[in-house]
Structure formats: C-alpha cells, structure tokens
C-alpha cells in the first residue's frame, strides 16, 4: 500500500465547486470597485450634453461679457461676488482658444479638477488607513468619485460643487496634520491653494475650515498650529482675492452689496429654521449629528472626525443662507455621506479584526467575497440615492420638449448670435438658451430681482405701481437700466414674462408689459417691434425690418 493510496482523493465536484468559488472571487474582484469605476462615464457624457445647469450658465455668460471688454458690475450686474467670475475667465477663453462652445470648455475645466480631487484624495488615503482597513481602501476611491461626479447631478459647477472639489482633498490633509503623517510640498501647497479659493467662493463656506482649524488648534496645541503653512496659505489666498476684487471691482463693494442688503436678501427668502428643518437638510442632519458624536466618543479615525465638523459646516453654511434651495445644502449632504460611509467602513473593518484575531490560523485563507459584496452593495446604494434625488439623464433626455428646449428653437429662429432682452423675474430658461444660442442678453440686470425686492413688502390696498416720484432708489435703478439698455442694445428679440413673480398690489397682477411701457423712452423704442408668438408663459416680440422702422420721435426729458 502506497503513500498516495491513504490521501483521500478530491473529487471531481469538489473541484468545480472550488474552481467556481475562484472564479466568482475573480469577478467580484474586478466588478467591486471596477464597475463603480465606470458608471461615473455616463454622467460625464451626460454634463457635456445640454441643459448646463441655469445659475452656472448665466455666471459663463457674464465671464464671456466680461472677456469682451465690458465693465463688470456696471455693463452686466449680478449679486454674486467675482471670484466665481474670475474663474470663468478661464472656461471663456478656452472657448475661444478651442473654438468649443463655452458650456462645453466649463464642463472639461470642472472635470479636470475634479479629476484632480479624485486622484489626490486617492493617493493620500492610505497613509490614513491601517492595512487593516480593507473596506475602507475597497470603498474610497470609488466613494471619492461618486461624490465628486455622481451625486452633484444638476448641480454641476455651482460654486457648492466646486468648492467640495477643493474640500475633501483639504480634510484628508487635515487629517495628516492631526496623525502627524508628512505630505509633500508641492502637494500640500496646492491643495491649500485650491481649497482657498474653493471656501472663498461665499463667505458661508468658511464655516467649514474655521470648525475643522478650531480643533486642530485644540487638538494639537497652538505651536504646532501657529508654525502649520497650511492655514496661513489659505488666509493669504483669500486675501489676495479681497485685494483684487477691491482694485479690479470696486462697484461691487460700492454700488452692488448696497442693492443685496437693500432689495436681493429679501427676494426668494426664508427662515433659517425653515431650512434647518426642510426635506432637503433634515435627513442629513439627523444622520450627522449622531455619527459626528460617535465618530469622536469612539476615536474614529481622523478623517471621519473631519469629516463630521465638515457636514455640520455646510449645515451652518446652508442655513446661514436662509434661502433653502437644493444647491445650498449640496455640501451638507456631500459631507454626511463621507462620514456615513466611513463610518459604517470602519465597523466592518473592527468587525472583521476581531473575527481574524478570534480566529488567525484562517486568515491566510480569508475570503475576501463577503466584503466586496458588502462595499459593492454600499456604493449601490448610494447610486440608487443618486438616482433617486437627481434629474440627470431626465434633463438630457427631455431637453428638445422642455421649456429650454422650445425656447432655444424659437431664439435661434429669430435673433441667433444677436442681443435679446428678457424681462423676467427667473434665470431659467433663459439661461443655458442664450448660451446655446450664443446670444447676448441686452440688459445689465439678468432678472428683475431690484423690482420683486421694490414691491416685496406692498399691500394690498396700496397702488399698483409706485408713483415715480416716490420710487425707491432700486426701482429707479432698474427703470433706468432697463430703458437705457434697450435703446443702446435694440435686440433682436424681446421676451416678455406673463408672471412677474411679484404680489398684488391695487387688486390687480403686476403686468410687465405695462409697467415699463410707463417708461417714455422704452415707450418710443418699443414701437419698432411686433409679437411673433406666444410661447408657455412667454410673449416674443420681434424687430422690425430696417426699412419698417419709422424715424424716432423727440422726446421729452427724463425717462
């Protein structure tokens, strides 16, 4: 009797069944992270693909202007601060430089930061992580992706996305600076470049990197803090950016912040606590709160404590805005995500120790399987919350019936390249339609927003428009702005809205048309132009051919 003849034999089945288990262990290894690799493709197809979202197309199309030669925040004038439109300079030049069309040239600079904050946070993460960590090495890159791509859907390039894209890499450097892990200059030198011009964005952003400097100072003493390059860096950005909105912008300190905190604060305004406790905050915030506790109470790791006072900073930050809208809450949720997802890593990461330590003869043999699984149904998870709350795809899909859709045919019908001038309370769907069209909008103001904020507090016993000696500045403002712009631009097309967002006053709606006809020189200038069509709530006028235009009439002083 031989050797061989005393092993037991495996069978053939055996065998299958093992060769099977390997190669389902191959697949899952490929497909968990690989295919959440992927899926982040479509969305990327899918931004380059119109409608860009409506509040980043109007700020492009003021970039555009701006590059012109007109005058900021005299020729074109908008609430928000010049940073963001000193960062479109950039999408608009290349426009040119390409011959690309300017959403599509912002869509590719977007990407490439994005890719940027992916790739960073990425080769950054595991000097964070212990060798332990398995899961949450299986899940971040993916993760990383999906909150930089995925999740921000039709909120693309707002200023909330861009600056979590300059966010996340700053709290894993955050977190190096808590554990003491040394990073690379050029490294660290750019993140905090970017991340100071991401928080300098909105003052309301800095509520997150005051948190997040506030317990490194109290975590680590003030010497190690006051000798960190890091802060300074940021502060000295941000400061820089003042300086330069000073010097190459005044009017906005001296002619548009006086109109913000006059008439715009109040337009589309809510209660904080309305915001706190609204769908689109309170969910995250009844997440964030107990895994922010918890995150501390059990020393999580350092990048899930950052990330926990971040979510609480977008909170503030969303709050602190008192409007409500989905944009203002996008880092409140980006954040909470994070930490949801490192925090639940984590547990699984303590659990599978403490089976490997109960058990350590198996641990050479441990199946991986079980926790690829797990991470795949996590990020599953997250691309179905994704699915669910974005109109991405939906947008794009439906964008030839929708009311951008039908406008853009009707603009490109009638004043293609030429200036148009829409009075109207909104920004869309006006805005991407200029941009498609690659029309001008001929007015400096880009809504009526000076006129809803006149009227916001008007009774309903008093007239229904302001005698003209008794307007407000703002009012008088816009009247004038608007009658001086139509006469200079003499757009192709004007697009009257039939809603003028404004409450009654004197028992009747506020009629726009009727409004600004009041308006002597609109008046005169208004002749030189016949309705074409109706459109939703839309009433188009054309110009008149040249030689159908009647020479003007004098007319009397003032407007």
Known sequence: MTTSDLTPRESPLARASASSANN??????????????????????????PPLNHDVAVILAISDRWLDGERMYVDMIDVNPPLIFMLNL???????????????????????IAAWSVVVSWRMFPSLAAPAARSQQMIFL??????????????????????????????LLAASRFDGVEVPRGRMLTIALIAGLGFALKPHFLAIPLLVEVFLLT???????????????????????VAAAWIFTPEYFTSVLPLVFDSYEEVGGTKPLDVLFGPLLAPFILMMVPLTIAAFLLR?????????????????????????????????QVMTLLLAMLVICQGIDRLLGERVAADRAAMPSLSLAPLRLTVGALMLMLFCLAGATRMTFYDQINFDNS????????????????????????????????????????????????LQGAYESCRPNEARYHDPDKMPAMEK????????????????????????????CGGREFDLTEYFLGIPAFAEEWKNYDMVYQFDRYVLFKRKAPGAIAPPEPLADGN
Not at 302 to 310: C, Y
């Open 90 to 112: 950039i999408p608009a030049a290349l426009s040119r430089l390409l011959s690309i069309q300017d959403t599509q040239a912002l869509v590719f600079c977007v990407l490439a």
């Open 300 to 332: 999580l790791s350092p990048l899930a404590r950052m990330a926990g006072l971040a979510a609480i900073g977008g909170a503030l930050s969303g709050v602190a805005q008192a409007k409500g809208w989905s944009y203002h809450l996008l880092p409140a």
């Open 219 to 241: 975590a680590r003493g003030w010497r190690k803090t006051l000798f960190d390059a890091v802060p300074w860096i940021m502060l000295g950005v941000m400061t820089a950016y």
């Open 403 to 450: 009311q951008a859709g039908k406008l853009l045919k009707l603009v490109k019908k009638y004043a293609e390249g030429q200036p148009v001038l829409i009075i109207s309370p909104g920004i869309y769907p006006h805005f991407p339609v200029l941009n498609y069209a690659n029309a001008r909008l001929a007015m400096r103001f880009q809504t009526i927003w000076p």
């Open 477 to 504: 403002l816009l009247r004038r702005a608007v009658s001086e712009d139509f006469v200079k631009y003499r757009p192709a097309l004007v697009i009257m809205d039939k809603n003028p967002g404004i409450r009654w």
């Open 142 to 171: 993916p993760l990383a992706l999906f909150l930089a791509v995925v999740y921000p859907g039709e909120m693309f390039a707002q200023r909330e996305h861009l600056m979590l894209l300059g966010a996340v890499p700053y709290l």
């Open 24 to 49: 389902a262990e191959r697949v899952l290894g490929w497909l968990v992270p690989g295919a959440f690799l992927l899926l982040p493709l479509a969305w990327v197809i899918a931004y380059l693909i």
